[in-house]
């Protein structure tokens, strides 16, 4: 389970499991996006409330289209937007409405991200769109940097179908959240 095999990743994501992979701070978890059933695994393995929503990561801005509404933005809003990315920089962006409220929790938006981490940019490329990304925690523990704490902090959860054991990029912080419409820091 900690070796990095892109089919057995990939393979995880299209039969609605759940995968843990390094981002540029923190290891995530992640999920088809469109499945309420892997995204709700997700949920359960974090012991997190759905109300509160979660990041979609993408490795290019037209992955983000079909769940975040850009035609929202302005040209000089949109392009504030692209010129972070790809980076570790989160922007929350009017949802489409046809977004899973598993996603925007209790809020009309969706946060989203370009990654440049070459393990994210390799499953987005490969899956052809963007994934979930939350970090790989229990609510309110600190988030796993390593696969070695992915797996001790999961161990014996069979929610957790793989683990890419590759480093994160380095970031000494979680990338940062702005509001694209004001362009507002919340984190």
């Known amino acids: ?4 095999n892109l089919s057995d990743a990939l393979n995880a994501l299209q039969t609605e499991g759940v995968i843990a992979y390094p981002t ?10 469109d499945s309420d059933l892997a995204i709700q695994k997700i949920l359960d393995l974090k012991q997190r409330p759905a109300h509160k929503g979660l990041i979609l990561i993408a490795s290019n801005i037209e992955q983000l ?30 949802a489409q409405e046809s977004l899973s409220k598993l996603i925007s929790g209790d809020f009309d938006s969706v946060a989203v991200r370009v990654s440049d ?3 994210v940019q390799a499953l987005c490329n490969e899956f052809n769109k963007p994934i979930i990304s939350t ?13 070695e704490q992915v ?37």
Request: aromatic share 10%; hydrophobic share 40%.
């Open 117 to 119: 981490h070459p393990v």
């Open 24 to 33: 540029e701070s923190v290891f995530g978890l992640g999920c088809d996006p």
């Open 65 to 94: 289209e079909a769940y975040a509404d850009f035609s929202t933005l302005n040209e000089t809003l949109l392009n504030n937007v692209k010129k972070t990315w790809p980076g570790p920089f989160t922007w929350v962006v009017p």
């Open 135 to 147: 970090s790989a925690n229990l609510s309110g523990l600190d988030a796993c940097i390593t696969a």
């Open 1 to 4: 389970m900690t070796h990095y």
């Open 151 to 187: 797996e001790q902090m999961f161990v014996g959860n069979d929610l957790l179908d793989y683990v890419i054991n590759e480093p994160v990029a380095g970031l000494a912080n979680p990338s940062q959240i702005h509001l694209a419409l004001t362009g507002e820091r919340l984190r």
